[in-house]
C-alpha cells in the first residue's frame, strides 16, 4: 500500500458554488515536493491540514475531523471506465490519492501511517455536493456518486508529519468493530435505518455522524 500523490489545490472563482466568495479549492493537483500535514483546529476556524492547501467554505470542508481526504485509484480507474475519460490523481478534490488501499472499506477509527511520521485516524465518509458536481462536471452526478457508495474517507491527524508521494501507507490500528467508511456512507445518505449501527465506533466516528445516530435512536425510543 503507498502513497500516489499529495494533492492540494488554490482558491479558484467559480460558478458552481455556493461557497461565500464565490471560491472553492476542490481543483486539487499533485504536489511535487513533501508537503506538511498538521492538524488544522476546529471546523468553522480551521481549513485543510496539509500546508498549502485551501479549504473556502469552512462551513462544511476542514477542520480536526475533515483534515485530510484521501481517495483510492482504483476507484479513480474504475469512475474513469464509467465517465469514459481519464481522471488524473486529484481529480475528485482528494489531497491522497492512494494505492492498494480499501479506503471506503477502512473502518471508523483505523490509524494509518504515512511516511514515518504521519499518524491519520478516519473519521467518515465524503458526502458528495454541489461544488462536487460542478467540479467533475457530470449529469446527475450526486446521485451517480452516492449510488456507488465508494465515497473516499476523511481523516483527522493524531501525529503531524511531512509526506510525499511514494511514502507507503501501513494499518497501525484497526478497530474490532464493523463500522466501515461505506457504512457510514450509506447510514448518512440513503439507508439512515442503519444509522444506529455507528454508534459502535464511538468517539472515534465524526462528530456530526455521532449527533445523528444518537437523534435517531431517540427519535426511535420516543415513538415505541
Known amino acids: 500500500m503507498k502513497l500516489l500523490s499529495v494533492n492540494v489545490g488554490q482558491p479558484e472563482a467559480v460558478d458552481y458554488t455556493d461557497a461565500p466568495g464565490g471560491t472553492t479549492g476542490i481543483d486539487k493537483r499533485p504536489a511535487d515536493g513533501p508537503i506538511r500535514v498538521t492538524d488544522p483546529g476546529p471546523k468553522g476556524t480551521g481549513g485543510s491540514g ?17 483534515a485530510v481526504y484521501a481517495f483510492a485509484r482504483e476507484e479513480l480507474d474504475a469512475w474513469e471506465r464509467e465517465l469514459g475519460r481519464p481522471l488524473a490523481n486529484g481529480a475528485f478534490g482528494e489531497n491522497l490519492t492512494t494505492s492498494g488501499l480499501d479506503v ?27 461544488t462536487f458536481a460542478g467540479h467533475v462536471d457530470e449529469r446527475r452526478w450526486v446521485k451517480r456518486f452516492t449510488q456507488a457508495a465508494a465515497p473516499g ?17 501501513e494499518i497501525a490500528h484497526r478497530p474490532d468493530h464493523d463500522v466501515t467508511v461505506e457504512l457510514e456512507f450509506l447510514a448518512s445518505t440513503t439507508r439512515r435505518e442503519l444509522l444506529p449501527k455507528l454508534l459502535a465506533a464511538g468517539e472515534a466516528l465524526h462528530p456530526e455522524s455521532l449527533r445523528a445516530a444518537l437523534k435517531y435512536v431517540e427519535t426511535e425510543a420516543a415513538d415505541d
Do not use: F, M, N
Open 50 to 66: 496539509l500546508a498549502g492547501d485551501a479549504v473556502c467554505d469552512l462551513r462544511h470542508h476542514g477542520g480536526s475531523d475533515q
Open 104 to 130: 471506503s472499506g477502512a473502518k471508523i477509527g483505523e490509524r494509518w501511517r504515512i511516511g514515518p511520521d504521519l499518524l491519520l485516524e478516519v473519521t467518515s465518509s465524503r458526502i458528495p455536493c454541489r
Open 153 to 169: 474517507a476523511y481523516l483527522r491527524v493524531i501525529e503531524p508529519g511531512e509526506i510525499r508521494a511514494g511514502d507507503s501507507v
